[in-house]
Nanobody, 115 residues
Framework: QVQLVESGGGLVQAGGSLRLSCAAS????????MAWYRQAPGKQREWVAS???????SYLDSVEGRFTSSRDNAKNTVYVQMNSLKHEDTGVYFC?????????WGQGNQGTVSS
């Protein structure tokens, strides 16, 4: 079984920073893409950022320049550093890792930005 466990998140004032981590464990031989999604209250889940196995990183336009995602393949972990946070960044953040031809999702982690 593969499990993804997220950590980080919390409450921060606008302009502040949060860092999320997502570690995979279990039977893992290789991990392809890693990504972050978020879901704001009353809205659909949206893609935020992704990193390919080759290290190519893509961001949602509204977070470009403020969020930085990275991965540590030795630790099966993906990170997202979120700076200059805005109230509209509030939501539950989910990580996903494509492992052994399946998408695996983290449990979600609340990030709240007070205005």
């Amino acid at each position: 079984q593969v499990q993804l466990v997220e950590s980080g998140g919390g409450l921060v004032q606008a302009g502040g920073s949060l860092r999320l981590s997502c570690a995979a464990s279990g039977r893992i031989s290789s991990i392809d893409a890693m990504a972050w999604y978020r879901q704001a209250p009353g809205k659909q889940r949206e893609w935020v950022a992704s990193i390919t196995s080759g290290g190519t990183i893509s961001y949602l336009d509204s977070v470009e320049g403020r969020f930085t995602s990275s991965r540590d393949n030795a630790k099966n972990t993906v990170y997202v550093q979120m700076n200059s946070l805005k109230h509209e960044d509030t939501g539950v953040y989910f990580c996903t890792q494509y492992i052994e031809d399946h998408d695996h999702w983290g449990q979600g982690n609340q990030g709240t930005v007070s205005s």
